[in-house]
């Protein structure tokens, strides 16, 4: 391991692709789209991210004595802390009080995209060796760290063994919730029904009945169908969501186009069309990817008010899909304790975090000791009050 080779990327078009994606894919099952190179590729070429936007590439790779590469991490020098769904803005706002600068920070994720996945890619290997090659990623973005004069290291949403062993090495271990459809061997959807209690059965066939009754044409669509009109009809959605919420666009046209180019088998776009003169209109949509066992629900976009038309394209056609395709899991974003009457119940997330001050990282462990216990007992909570028949 003392002959590894650490590299500093600006970009991730200077990693071949191949090579990273045998460290991202190093396990067949574990088929993540959103830790592959396209995806991040995507990204960048758009403009979504990169200095520019506050997301600068410093994505790093570790080559063995050969040239090959045998480990990589995406990973993004920040000036700001949104898009990122593990909310530290407390901690932005304690540590400038206190006279210091906490931006800039180092980010170990996928820009926009709270989904789970590894962070810490290494190709094929032995435990052993995967556990040390990880480590050299971890103490190469500690190099960084110092060499910026950064406040602090973040990964988030890793996986819960990469999340074991790194606290284990000494960074600060946070959990937070998201909400998780599980496929428990469903060959139905009136099989997932079946394991409700009777009221929560009733309330979705009624909500779904309701998302019917619009005169919509819905529709799903993936690779060949994602043409630059369809993109570019569901990017407008996008926009018009984004307006009425007050949030940000972070991701732009070209970012669309280049999914339905780069990434378009792994794409699962669910639409409502209406009628109009002598065509169709998208009026509405829900973007997921699919890789390995889950189908991960992303963006969602409509023009005007269709009552539960948003609860049928966002949970219960990703519910049919994965029960026709045999996934095991819809992962349906942040927020939203709603999600949970529709069967996708709490799942504990996971991040780390490096933090340089030795001060403030005693303040915020201490906040952690009393914030993750909590999370606990939430998850709990949400749990008891589930749509599910009590004996299961």
């Known amino acids: 391991m003392n002959q590894l080779r650490v590299e500093v990327h600006p970009k991730i078009s200077g990693i071949d692709c191949t090579d990273w994606d045998r460290c991202a894919q190093s396990d067949a099952a574990d088929n993540n ?5 396209a995806f991040l590729l995507a990204l960048e070429e758009s403009g979504s991210v990169g200095a520019e936007t506050g997301w600068q590439p410093q994505h790093l790779t570790i080559q063995d004595n050969d040239g090959k590469v045998i480990a990589c991490a995406p990973l993004y020098l ?3 802390s949104y ?3 593990v909310f530290d803005w407390s901690w932005a706002n304690a540590y400038e009080r ?3 600068n906490y931006y800039p920070k180092l980010q170990s994720a996928v820009p926009f995209s709270p989904v789970t996945g590894k962070r810490l890619l290494v190709a094929s290997t032995t435990e052993e060796d995967t556990k040390d090659l990880r480590i050299a990623l971890l103490n190469a973005m500690l190099q ?4 910026y004069e950064a406040s602090s290291l973040h990964l988030t949403f890793t996986t819960e063994e990469e999340w074991h062993q790194l606290h284990k090495a000494g960074l600060l271990a946070r959990t937070g919730i998201q909400y998780h459809w599980e496929n428990n061997g469903y060959e139905t959807f009136d099989d997932f029904l079946g394991a409700l209690s009777s009221r929560k059965r009733k309330a ?11 005169g919509l044409e819905i529709k799903t669509l993936t690779g060949s169908d994602l043409t630059p009109e369809i993109c570019d009809q569901f990017y407008n959605l996008y926009l018009n969501t984004v307006d009425k919420k007050h949030a940000h666009d972070y991701l732009n046209k070209d970012f669309f186009l280049m999914l339905g180019t780069k990434l378009a088998d792994k794409v699962v776009l669910t639409t409502a069309w209406a009628k109009a003169l002598d065509t169709s209109v998208m009026v509405a ?3 997921n990817l699919v890789g390995g066992d889950t189908l991960y629900g992303r963006n969602w976009g409509s023009h005007g008010h269709f009552p539960n038309l948003h609860f049928e394209l966002c949970y219960y056609q990703a519910i049919d899909y994965a029960i026709t395709h045999g996934l095991k899991k819809v992962e349906a974003g942040a927020q939203g304790e709603h999600k949970i009457q529709r069967g996708y119940l709490p799942t504990k997330t996971y991040s780390l975090h490096g933090i340089a001050d030795p001060n403030f ?3 915020i462990a201490r906040f952690l000791q009393s914030e993750n216990p909590a999370v606990d007992h939430e998850i709990k909570h949400l749990c008891g009050i589930g749509p599910f028949k009590k004996s299961d």
């Open 83 to 85: 898009g990122e769904y």
């Open 78 to 80: 920040k000036n700001h």
């Open 144 to 147: 960084i760290l110092q060499q």
């Open 33 to 37: 789209p959103f830790i592959s190179h």
């Open 361 to 363: 990282r005693d303040a």
């Open 98 to 100: 206190a006279g210091r």
């Open 204 to 214: 979705i066939r009624k909500e779904r009945r309701e998302a019917h009754a619009h």
């Open 285 to 287: 949509g829900a973007l």
